[in-house]
């Protein structure tokens, strides 16, 4: 069964363009969550969406961002416009469950974005 | 509030034993530890629930205390392959996971 796809894989651009980060989770997975990984601040949890409702966006940086599920198999992360400081790895990753000894978080192969 | 993970580098000979500590200033769910391996995405190892338990994963085990909100993970003998960085991910109220700042582990032969 394939995991977590996301793409691109790498994005290189220049501040102040958009920039789309695209995630389709584990197949039956009904919790999506977008993290980022700095050096400097770690992994940090964006959002994340509960049977394709956002639950909690508390980590969302700025208005400059956004994320969106429109069904159970696709979900994007946008940034508009883009900054050098949000270079960063970005991970999506996908649970059956949310809670209990299952809960278990499947992450993707990350994307790493470059802004320059 | 991320939680405080230490030490911050280990660095062992194969064979050798780690502990890697996670503490939280907040009442604690769970407690998830994952592997990230340089270039790769985090791996799930285990998860800990409430209730003191302690858990098993091949020569990879952990603990959690509830009440001192505190998790430690044990590598024993440790293997080249259990190189990478380890994070703890506890959960508090609503489901989400907050990632201490990771321990890098380095085995060397």
């Known amino acids: 069964d394939a995991g977590v796809i996301q793409s691109p894989r790498h994005e290189v651009t220049e501040m102040g363009q958009e920039v789309t980060l695209r995630c389709k989770p584990i197949?039956?997975?009904?919790?999506l969550f977008w993290y980022r990984q700095t050096m400097m601040r770690g992994l940090e949890l964006l959002i994340y969406?509960?049977?394709?409702?956002?639950?909690?966006d508390s980590g969302m940086p700025e208005d400059r961002f956004s994320a969106k599920m429109p069904n159970a198999s696709f979900s994007t992360l946008k940034i508009q416009p883009s900054e050098p400081r949000d270079s960063a790895v970005y991970f999506c990753?996908?649970?059956?469950?949310?809670?209990?000894?299952?809960?278990?978080?499947?992450f993707g192969p990350g994307t790493r974005l470059t802004v320059t | 509030q991320q939680p405080v993970q230490s030490p911050q580098a280990v660095i062992l000979r194969e064979g050798e034993d780690a502990v890697i500590n996670c503490s939280s200033s907040?009442?604690?769910?769970?407690v998830h530890w994952y592997r990230q391996k340089h270039g790769e995405a985090p791996v799930f190892l285990m998860i800990?629930?409430?209730?003191?338990e302690q858990k098993g994963h091949d020569k990879i085990s952990a603990s959690f205390n509830e009440k001192k909100q505190q998790s430690s993970l044990y590598l024993t003998a440790s293997q080249l392959s259990y190189s990478g960085t380890y994070f703890c991910?506890?959960?508090?109220?609503?489901?989400?996971?907050?990632f201490g700042g990771g321990t890098r582990l380095m085995v060397k032969p």
């Open positions: 990753a996908s649970s059956l469950v949310l809670a209990g000894p299952n809960y278990e978080q499947y």
């Open positions: 969406f509960n049977n394709n409702v956002p639950i909690d």
């Open positions: 991910g506890t959960e508090n109220a609503g489901n989400m996971l907050t």
């Open positions: 800990l629930l409430k209730g003191g």
């Open positions: 197949s039956g997975h009904n919790s």
């Open positions: 907040k009442a604690l769910y769970s």
